[in-house]
């Protein structure tokens, strides 16, 4: 692989599935999500500019980018005042999940709720269940994830609606996209669990570690092919542990490390109920999630940055796609378990960068990945369609074909998450390795989509209130309009005499955008000048209608 030790992106293959949320129903776990907050950390701010990172992509300033990503990695770390079921929170861990967001969008009475609130359903992550193909290696090497979106990201997601389908159908019409504000951060959380069942005999808890890539990268690498392992001792303590066990069966002072050397939390019950229910994994309340990667992206420019973190035995020497480069930049603030992970991040999808739109797919590669996710992915995952694998020409002529998960590209995936009309993946749009994206609304590929602002969660999670909306009125209909879908004015017949003459037009957040008395009874016609593209529900003498304004 060329130069592949002095560039990295990330991948954060966002495919994510929500699960049934088992409440526990304790009024007294309430806790409020905490912003990100750049206090304390010197030279940092939230969100930075986008003109001030363009210029350190344009520049090659990697320290800048490293620092900043670092920076990032402090400061959702950092503890806050808000406690559940005694633990004292990390700014990210009182961010709503994707199951809330969902949920208080599908009831429109709700606000964002911060009393009874629970943990995140931890859960098998997505991509790892799409395809037949991959399958888990054991129940110690299972790994479980949560979704959590930062305030201004959750708050973006309620306040437009943006999970459901209709809303997603009415930017379509009208031209438009999906765009998050410039503070919106967005995470996936990635943990093993040490419970009783998955300890050895000597009561450690063992999982293999990352310890690089394999010499021939243009295979899967999934974790049973790791030849390093790192042993758990469920308690506090100090380790002076900087090693790896490579015959996974001596473990030793060397590589035993405690709770402490990691992040983590205590399963509660409400973990625990749907772990058992959904895939049979056992665990009992107060056994432990140690947080082994997380997935990171922001919306400070418009194709995001992209940051992703992993535990590591040894923090100041840790493997490929970790570079020296960003050990060197790491922070003196940072200390504790923190202090433990490595980081790679994705600013740009090819070196040189190109442009958002009219750019080529050529240049030096660039790949990244987290370890606990993305490794195992083959060319069943990443053929693209009918567009085959990602490929980058190289200066020198030579094209690069990446079809594996340690080929592969955070921008260049989630670019192309979308929504089609029909509200199936579109040929030609779907998992991609290392490639160069094209944002351009103009050209071939996205003439039949909507772009989705690089948000896999989004169009992965989405509610079908549509087929609702087509059925509203079953019964024989007493008044027509034309045209659907319309620009400025829209034309009534009235098939018989209204019992109820007011014809009331809706947003679909229930807002009354406009009511109107019928005075004829037989044909008459509304200006919608004042309307915005979209969705809209026609409402006249019992029915129900729907208008798509472009």
Known sequence: MKNKTRYIVLVMICLWSLPTVFADNDEQNSYQPVDISSDGIPGFTYPTPESVIDGWINTGNTDSIYTHAWNLWMSINKKTNEVYDEDTLLVWETWHSLEEIVEMVQNTSKGFDVEGRTRAAIQIPRQMLKFDHLTLETADDTIFESVKYSPASAEYALMNKIFLQSTLDSLYQAGAKIEFPDAAMNIKPVFKIIADHNL??????????WTGPPELDTIPFPQSDWSGCVYVDPQMGSSNA???????????????????DFIYYRIDSTNVAFLSETYGFQCEPGDYAILVGMHMTTREIT???WETFWWTPDPMAPAFPSLPESVSTRPAGLTGAAAHYAVSTAYQMVIPAQPLTGGLSYGDVLYSYNPYLEPPFDDKVLDNHDEGYAEIEQPGGQIVVNKVGIRTNCMSCHAQAHWAPTGTQISGLGYLGDSYVDMGQDIPMWQNALQADFAWSVVDNIIDDVTAIKDISSHEKTWSFYPNPANNTIYFNMIQRPLNPELRIYNLSGRLMKSKQIDSYESFQMSLETFAPGIYLLKLDGQTQKLIVR
Do not use: H, I, M
């Open 200 to 209: 050895d005999e000597s009561g450690l808890f063992p999982f293999k570690a």
């Open 242 to 260: 900087n090693s790896v066990d490579t015959t996974c069966g001596n473990p030793g002072p060397q590589n035993t490390y405690y709770l402490n």
């Open 303 to 305: 194709r995001w940055t």
